[in-house]
């Protein structure tokens, strides 16, 4: 990770108008933008054409594409650049959040509010079941990326007090925290805690990960799919798992 790039980054994207002219000049995908410059600093190779689609960045033969949701939606882009080049894919994921909100009618701000939640890397797994059947191409690798947000919501929701329900205006980036690299099947061994006993469940990965157990499911969903683990039993309704030896 570059700090100073990363710094820079966010100055070009945001730029000395954001303290002068307010939140209403930033865009609706001010992450996209600020971790596109981040990867490639050089516009003449950002949004280039390529068999029909746009690649976010494509310099000396590869291809980096910076998502902030929806895998799904990149099913086209892959099933037709993994063939052709190296695809990484950039995820940013929230580590630690402050909520700022909006009133629509005057433009002002609430104080910033941290949120209790952490995210962690294991939050990509919900993305990646939804591009599973490519995640086995060798051209395919993902760089998830933990970093601080300044989160801003527009006060427009259902309830009382406008939160619930409410539209998500922008997120601002401001630290870079860690960057977690898959290069080939064999990193996907990084998502196994360390200290977990075999053979274990779901449960016990939950636990020893620190995450839902719905969260660990999907995650050793993709770790069978990827050779990292392999079911060697049932304990009652749930499934056994041991590492495999890779």
Partial sequence: MDQKRFEEAKRKIIGVDRQRLGIGTLSEKTVH????????????????PIENYVADIYRDGEIIEIQ????NRMRGKLQTFLPLYPVTI?????????LIWIDEDSGELSKKRKS?????????FKELYKIKMFLKDPNIRFKFVLVNM????????WSHDKKKGSTRYDRIPTDLIEEVEIRQPEDYLQFVPYELEEPFHSKDFAK?????????????????EMGTVERIG??????LYRVMDI
């Avoid at 902030?68 to 895998?71: D, G």
């Avoid at 300044?150 to 929701?157: K, T």
């Avoid at 049932?234 to 499934?239: A, C, E, L, P, T």
């Fill in 33 to 48: 933008a600020i971790f596109k410059d981040y990867y490639e600093p050089d516009e003449d190779h950002q949004e280039i």
């Fill in 68 to 71: 902030t949701r929806q895998f």
């Fill in 90 to 98: 950039v995820y940013p994921i929230p580590y630690e959040k402050w």
């Fill in 116 to 124: 209790p939640k952490k995210g962690c890397t294991y939050q990509a």
């Fill in 150 to 157: 300044e989160e801003y919501r527009l006060l427009n929701g």
């Fill in 208 to 224: 020893a990960a620190h995450i839902p157990l719905s969260l660990a499911q999907t995650v050793l969903n993709i770790l069978l």
């Fill in 234 to 239: 049932k304990q009652g309704n749930s499934y």
